[in-house]
């Protein structure tokens, strides 16, 4: 089955392969599957690089510094639309019916 989220940068693929690596290093690491260990590299990398393009995107377009703002407020108003995205929210819901 094919990966639905992919690495675009090339500074990337070194990062997932150093996390592969961090992880061979860990304590118990040998417990868990190759195929485990490169699954985990891959949402790691992937994470970082989409997380990071996307902090520096929301910097660019609201400017200042994240210090500066109601991080408790903003994080609670994040939080109510994570359920409704998520799996107990609208990602949970039957698909919508076509209009007649």
């Not at 061979?24 to 417990?31: E, G, M, T």
């Not at 703002?69 to 949970?92: C, V």
Request: some cysteine.
């Amino acid at each position: 089955m094919p990966r639905k989220i992919y690495l675009t940068e090339p500074l990337s693929l070194l990062l997932e392969a150093d996390i592969r690596r961090y992880i061979n290093h860990f304590p118990k690491s040998s417990l868990l599957s190759p195929d485990v260990i490169t699954n985990m590299a891959h949402s790691y990398a992937c994470f970082i690089e989409k997380a990071t393009d996307k902090f520096i995107k929301g910097q660019l377009e609201h400017g200042g510094d994240l210090r500066d703002r109601n991080l408790n407020a903003e994080l609670s108003l994040e939080l109510q639309d994570l359920f409704w995205y998520g799996p107990f929210g609208a990602a949970n819901w039957s698909d919508k019916k076509e209009k007649a």
